[in-house]
């Protein structure tokens, strides 16, 4: 027996012009960063990640 599983991803709007304002800083993605977590403490993040009042977790290697 064989597992699959399909993983969809979407996004909304175009998302080159949007790379390219992130890496010439013209948009200050700062505030809507909620909190940020090392890579080992992973499960807190996503936990973080789960409340309603949080827009945006990093995860940093």
Known sequence: MIDEVTVVGSRCGPF????EAL???KIDVRPLITDVFP????KEAFRRAAD?????VLLQP
């Open 23 to 25: 890496a010439q800083k």
């Open 16 to 19: 080159k012009p949007a790379l």
């Open 39 to 42: 890579l080992k403490k992973g």
């Open 52 to 56: 309603r009042e949080v827009l945006k």
